[in-house]
């Protein structure tokens, strides 16, 4: 059983719209990343977060944003949601930059 | 630029031998992960290759060749179980984020 917790596990959203997904690590985990997984395809990264800082992102617009908290959860937020933004969303935490990544099951987000 | 080639299906049959093959070029290099992907869950860590040469664990192995660019995964006495997709990625230079393929889907047969 994963240690990483994402909710909510589906949602539906209206194009426009602005979505928050949430993630909570496991404790020591200090950093948090996170993905886009399209319909069979591989994770595509989006931002990385280490001790609440943004340390590392994808090529992804700047209405994905992102947040870590101190205990260990974090959130991803997408404003003026597209259709193409319909996809899994992974959440991934590690010890330490570069340790193995745990992931989460994932939000599947469909934009109608 | 990142560049990350595997098959995206393969089919093979129970209790056999299935190599899945990985290629990359990359910008940066911190290790080979490989993943595997139920459908709808998680992926789930198999293994990890910095070095060159072959890691086994059980009925997984593993191996890379950092001048080739190239690793595979291999899985042995393939079980219905094992049918799932398989994700190769490569870690960067600064540890902060993992590039993957577009995955390999196995379906084993009876």
């Known amino acids: 059983e994963t240690g990483v917790t994402q909710s909510p596990t589906h949602l539906i959203k209206t194009r426009g719209q602005q979505v928050t997904l949430r993630c909570s690590s496991q404790s020591g985990h200090n950093t948090v990343s996170w993905y886009q997984q399209a319909l069979g395809q591989g994770p595509q990264f989006i931002f990385q977060?280490?001790?609440?800082?943004?340390?590392g992102r994808g090529n992804f617009p700047p209405r994905f944003s992102g947040l870590q908290f101190p205990n260990y959860s974090s959130e991803l937020n997408v404003n003026a949601l597209e259709l193409d933004d319909s996809a899994l969303y992974l959440c991934?935490?590690?010890?330490?930059?570069?340790?193995?990544?745990?992931f989460g099951s994932g939000t599947r987000l469909t934009v109608v | 630029g990142q560049n990350i080639d595997q098959p995206t299906e393969m089919t093979a049959t129970e209790g056999a031998i299935v190599q899945i093959n990985c290629t990359y070029q990359?910008?940066?290099?911190?290790?080979l992960f490989w993943y595997q992907q139920h459908a709808g869950e998680a992926p789930t860590f198999l293994s990890y290759?910095?070095?060159?040469g072959l890691e086994e664990k059980g009925r997984f192995s593993s191996f890379l060749s950092r001048s080739k660019g190239y690793s595979y995964l291999l899985l042995k006495e393939l079980q219905m179980k094992d049918s799932a997709s398989y994700l190769c990625a490569v870690g960067d230079n600064a540890g902060n984020m993992l590039t993957f393929g577009g995955g390999t889907r196995l379906m084993v047969k009876p």
């Open positions: 977060y280490y001790r609440e800082e943004e340390n």
């Open positions: 990359t910008s940066g290099f911190n290790g």
């Open positions: 290759n910095v070095l060159d």
């Open positions: 991934a935490s590690s010890p330490g930059q570069g340790d193995g990544y745990t």
